[in-house]
């Protein structure tokens, strides 16, 4: 900060050329705050459109004529906070468009659960590979209740909580004698006696790790979670609407997804991996039969 402030007094030289800088700076600053006030109301708040427009308007137009008043102090001066502003932007910018290209390249590599692992003689039904049915909502509908009637198996092998009523159709999952094996080359893969847990960008697919494991070493943990870390648009996630599970169709693999709110610190310590181990045994207990 001191840096900052020794390079920004050199550059202005004179008190004029700073103090025209910093009636650019504010006057816009204010103006542009009241413009995101207005859009978080309309897409976050969910206030009413036309209360929120008066609001835009009647300080929005205050703050305007302060701005456009400042106008005329841009080449004597002014033009030093537009230019960090301008830089702050192409930073943010580059950014959102490195982690844009970073995900198609993760999405363009992605592995298909079904072709890397299956189950038993025959192949297994079409998995959570780039299924809607397997993408995770991420709006805050709270959490499942543990006395949640059995689960009912989708047509792409993964569990649902829910499941309609009179339907008599029984989940299908893999018997107790069913081997999970490598799809490629049908060698039996090993189960490790512990609790993995994955991270992964996307909500669809194996997590990068995974083939590496399986292909390499031809064993997968006993249990696997699949997790995806998703910041929401609101302040706080609470600690009963966090997480998000889905059972996928292989045994013993769970796909999970951590909502965190923009003030929310995300923290993955021993309390975290705890309430993950409990909802596994909810998720489990919830789809036994009844």
């Known amino acids: ?94 950014w959102s468009w490195g982690t844009s290209t970073k995900l198609k390249g993760v999405v363009a590599a992605q592995v298909k659960m079904q072709d890397l692992l299956t189950f038993g003689p025959t192949n297994p039904k079409k ?3 780039i299924s809607p049915d397997d993408v995770i909502p991420v709006t805050l509908t709270g959490a499942r209740p543990s006395n949640s009637s059995p689960t009912s198996e989708d047509k792409d092998g993964i569990t649902s909580p829910k499941q309609d009523a009179g339907s008599s159709r029984a989940p299908a999952a893999p018997g107790p004698n069913d081997q999970l094996m490598l799809a490629a080359t049908g060698q039996p893969v090993l189960r490790i006696p512990a609790v993995g847990l994955m991270f992964a960008d996307t909500l669809y697919g194996a997590p990068s790790l995974l083939p590496e494991l399986v292909n390499r070493w031809g064993a997968v943990h006993r249990v696997l979670i699949i997790l995806t870390i998703r910041h929401v648009a609101v302040s706080t996630v609470t600690d009963s609407e966090r997480l998000l599970f889905r059972k996928l169709h292989y045994p013993g693999s769970y796909r999970c997804v951590a909502r965190y709110g923009y003030r929310d610190l995300v923290d993955m310590g021993t309390k975290f991996v705890i309430k993950l181990l409990d909802k596994i045994v909810e998720v489990d207990s919830s789809a036994a039969p009844m």
């Open 127 to 129: 998995d959570d590979a």
């Open 1 to 94: 900060m001191m840096v900052l402030t020794v390079v920004t007094i050199a550059i202005s030289k004179t008190t004029i050329q700073l103090g025209n800088a910093y009636g650019v700076a504010v006057s816009s600053m204010l103006f542009g705050t009241k413009l995101l006030i207005y859009l978080v109301m309309l897409l976050i708040w969910e206030t009413n459109f036309f209360l929120a427009t008066a609001f835009f308007i009647g300080f929005g137009f205050i703050d305007m004529v302060f701005t456009t008043a400042n106008l005329n102090k841009v080449p004597l001066g002014g033009w030093f906070a537009l230019a960090i502003a301008g830089s702050v932007f192409i930073l943010s910018y580059l």
